[in-house]
């Protein structure tokens, strides 16, 4: 008669366990949706190795941060975009979604879903800058601006 309980103990003690890992395993797999921000860029696309070799010639950039840098250099290719006090870092896959017009007397604004992998101070005090390093990039929409 104990060994009989002590079966029925073990199988609920399986269910619950089983139910509880199910329940948390389902909450994992949702929270990946909560990590997709939004984000706005100008049209233009630059070349990363470009972007870098700005920062360390151009007086706007003075104050860079060199272990920020480094970690650029460390991405190998991809593709920058300029957003309002932050820099935008993805491959050319993601970079291939967006709409990279040059116009003249308009300014584009383009919106996109992502997921930021990393996020950098550039370090610069007089003009700050994040550079966010982003994947799964998802196209939605433009503003376009006339500057006349």
């Known amino acids: 008669m104990v060994k009989k309980s002590n079966v029925i103990i073990l199988i609920i003690l399986l269910v619950v366990l089983s139910i509880v890992f199910a329940y948390s395993f389902g909450e994992?797999?949702?929270n990946d949706?909560?990590?997709?921000?939004?984000?706005?860029?100008?049209?233009?696309?630059?070349?990363?190795?470009?972007?870098?070799?700005?920062?360390?010639?151009?007086?706007?950039?003075?104050?860079y941060d060199n272990e920020t840098l480094g970690w650029m250099k460390s991405l190998g290719d991809k593709s920058v975009f300029n957003g309002n006090g932050f820099i935008v870092?993805?491959?050319?896959?993601?970079a291939a979604k967006l709409k990279?017009?040059?116009v003249t007397d308009v300014y584009i604004e383009q919106y996109f879903d992502c997921v930021i992998l990393e996020n950098h101070s550039l370090g610069n005090v007089k003009n700050p800058r994040d550079?966010?390093?982003v994947k799964n990039v998802k196209y939605v929409g433009e503003n376009i601006t006339d500057l006349q």
């Open 33 to 63: 949706s909560s990590d997709v921000k939004r984000l706005a860029v100008s049209s233009g696309m630059y070349k990363l190795t470009d972007f870098i070799g700005d920062v360390e010639n151009k007086s706007y950039y003075a104050g």
């Open 131 to 133: 550079v966010l390093l």
């Open 100 to 102: 990279c017009e040059d």
């Open 89 to 94: 870092i993805m491959d050319s896959h993601d």
């Open 28 to 30: 994992n797999q949702g």
